[in-house]
């Protein structure tokens, strides 16, 4: 039985050990690699996913098979990152990335303040160390979008199903997470190696 | 022609993403023409750079991923609590 299997979802449902145990070995990776994406330490990171597959395994019954089961696994560790980090209602507030941006520009939409050039040098181990710094100030729901656009590859639509939002407030999500480490590097100053700046 | 804070904002949301070809052809143009907002680009794109080398590569331990699903089957083996 493939991890596509249409059948899966009823066994699934059914609590049939090999299609759960399948179902784990296919995106245990997947999940703790987010959960480390969405800035939780190793530890934090591997309870949370042992904490996603308990709830999992604990509601299989409930699973239709209406979303794919990557979607649905996805959706509950989004759940457990926000309850560890106890961050989403925070979140859900204005935002001042949205009016620091704004200041970067002039009344025509050309820039007043232009980014420094940089040659792709975010790869130094000195970048390394001060974008963790960045991505600890990233509020939970940006930085879970950022995680499964760049880290897992997924697509709009199931990005939406995953953090309950709608298109529109994706692009958002994402608009404020980047221009927030942008930003973030910029003003710590970050030097590549042919002393370019962020 | 889109200025510039109009293209970094499309950049930032993703919003060329299943875009037609007349926008991002608007935007592939004044990019060519803007180093400040191919700089802009060029940044935002080594952010997911770096985070697809920096998560993607620490879960992929054999040993941690081993222990993790032991520790799920344990856990899924064990006794409803009723407590």
Redesign the interface.
């Known amino acids: 039985m493939s991890i596509d299997d249409p059948q899966l979802a009823a066994k699934i449902r059914a609590g049939d050990p090999d299609a ?2 399948r179902v ?2 296919a995106y ?3 999940i ?3 959960a ?2 969405a800035g939780l330490d ?1 530890t934090q ?2 309870d949370v ?2 904490a996603t ?2 709830t999992f ?1 604990e509601k299989a019954a409930n699973f239709e098979g209406r979303s794919h089961i990557r979607t649905w696994l996805f959706g509950i560790l989004y759940k457990k990152v926000a309850e560890a980090r106890r961050e989403l209602k925070r979140d859900q507030q204005m935002d001042d990335i949205d009016e620091m941006v704004e200041q970067r ?1 002039k009344a ?4 007043m303040h ?5 040659d ?4 130094d181990a000195e ?2 160390e001060r ?1 963790e710094d960045c991505l600890d100030t990233v509020p939970i729901q940006q930085r879970m979008a ?2 499964l ?3 897992e590859g997924l697509g ?1 639509e199931e990005m939406c199903n995953i953090l309950g939002v709608t298109r529109t407030n ?3 999500l ?2 404020r997470v ?2 927030r ?2 930003s973030c590097l910029e003003a710590k100053g970050v030097r590549g190696r042919r002393d370019a700046q ?1 | 022609m ?5 293209v970094t ?1 499309r950049i ?4 060329l ?2 875009a037609g070809w007349w926008p991002r052809l608007r935007v592939r143009l004044h990019l060519f023409m803007c ?3 191919r ?2 680009a ?15 590569a ?3 331990d054999p040993a ?2 081993e222990r ?2 032991r ?3 344990q ?2 083996s064990k006794p409803p609590d009723h407590s």
Do not use: M
């Open positions: 759960i145990q784990i070995r245990l990776g997947q703790l690699r987010a480390l994406g190793p990171a591997e996913t042992q597959f308990a395994i520009f025509d939409g050309s820039w232009p980014p420094r050039p940089v792709a040098q975010l790869h970048v390394r974008i950022f995680t656009r760049e880290v709009s994706l692009g958002v994402l608009y980047r221009n480490l942008r962020l | 889109p200025s510039c804070k109009e904002g930032a949301s993703d919003e993403t299943g180093r400040h907002c700089c802009y060029d940044q935002v794109r080594s952010l997911g750079t770096y985070a697809r080398e920096r998560w993607g620490q879960a992929t941690v991923l993790l699903e520790a799920i089957f856990d899924s």
